[in-house]
């Protein structure tokens, strides 16, 4: 098994990733969808939260060795990234979506220097437009963002397009053509479903059910 589908499988044991092509969820954004994915729940899975860190410190080790801060996007990538800086022993800081409007007003909660590399960590990747944002929030701080590791992504082209308009390179631990597949070996979907499951992929905004 690869190391794709290993993600994907111990999301898919704890519930973290739920698949209901019958009667789709509503996104915050009103996309109607046929997946639900809430990597929060790893949290509370000791053996999987401890899989799912080595993972992502494996890609950063690989893929930036160069990397001297890694950044959590708040809220749901603080923990992720705060347990990667740990093992990796690097140091550590999570970017709000807005400034605090109290106290000292940060949006950059911890300390950066300029010029410093910086690796981006967050949990689920859609269209890719808030994770860019905290991007160009530490761009402004003067630091070097060369990369972003997330745990899932939906694969949209919209997203693919956003960071490479970005130049910016993105490495998920997994995403949903994987899942599909997997579901399909399991038997958890059936082929007509995932006819459905590929076609919203395909066009996610307006797709019905």
Same mark, same amino acid.
């Given at each position: 098994?690869?190391?794709?589908?290993? !993600?994907?499988?111990?999301?898919?044991?704890?519930?973290?990733?739920?698949?209901?092509?019958?009667?789709?969820?509503?996104?915050?954004? =009103?996309?109607?969808?046929?997946?639900?994915?809430?990597?929060?729940?790893?949290?509370?899975?000791?053996?999987?939260?401890?899989?799912?860190?080595?993972?992502?410190?494996?890609?950063?080790?690989?893929?930036?060795?160069?990397?001297?801060?890694?950044? *959590?996007?708040?809220?749901?990538?603080?923990?992720? =990234?705060?347990?990667?800086?740990?093992?990796?022993?690097?140091?550590?800081?999570?970017?709000?979506?807005?400034?605090?409007?109290?106290?000292? =007003?940060?949006?950059?909660? #911890?300390?950066?220097?300029? #010029?410093?590399?910086? !690796?981006?960590?967050?949990?689920?990747?859609?269209? #890719?437009?808030?994770?860019?944002?905290?991007?160009? !929030?530490?761009?402004?701080?003067?630091?070097?963002?060369?990369?972003?590791?997330?745990?899932?992504?939906? *694969?949209?082209? !919209?997203?693919?397009?956003?960071?490479?308009?970005?130049?910016?390179?993105?490495?998920?631990?997994?995403?949903?053509?994987?899942?599909?597949?997997?579901?399909?070996?399991?038997?958890?979907?059936?082929?007509?479903?995932?006819?459905?499951?590929?076609?919203?992929?395909?066009?996610?905004?307006?797709?019905? #059910?």
């Amino acid at each position: 098994m690869t190391n794709e589908k290993a !993600v994907a499988e111990k999301l898919l044991q704890i519930n973290a990733i739920k698949l209901s092509p019958q009667q789709p969820f509503t996104w915050a954004s =009103g996309w109607k969808s046929p997946i639900y994915c809430d990597n929060r729940k790893v949290l509370s899975y000791p053996y999987i939260r401890d899989f799912i860190k080595s993972e992502l410190c494996s890609v950063i080790f690989e893929k930036f060795a160069d990397a001297e801060v890694l950044a *959590g996007v708040a809220t749901a990538g603080i923990a992720w =990234g705060a347990m990667a800086a740990d093992q990796l022993k690097l140091p550590y800081v999570y970017v709000r979506p807005k400034p605090k409007e109290h106290g000292l =007003g940060n949006q950059i909660e #911890g300390n950066l220097e300029k #010029g410093q590399k910086v !690796v981006v960590v967050e949990d689920l990747i859609s269209t #890719g437009k808030s994770s860019l944002q905290v991007c160009d !929030v530490l761009k402004a701080a003067g630091v070097e963002v060369i990369g972003m590791v997330s745990i899932f992504t939906y *694969g949209f082209s !919209v997203a693919a397009k956003a960071f490479d308009d970005a130049g910016l390179p993105l490495y998920p631990l997994t995403n949903y053509p994987t899942l599909i597949e997997l579901a399909i070996e399991k038997g958890i979907v059936s082929p007509d479903q995932q006819k459905t499951l590929l076609n919203w992929s395909a066009d996610p905004a307006n797709w019905a #059910g």
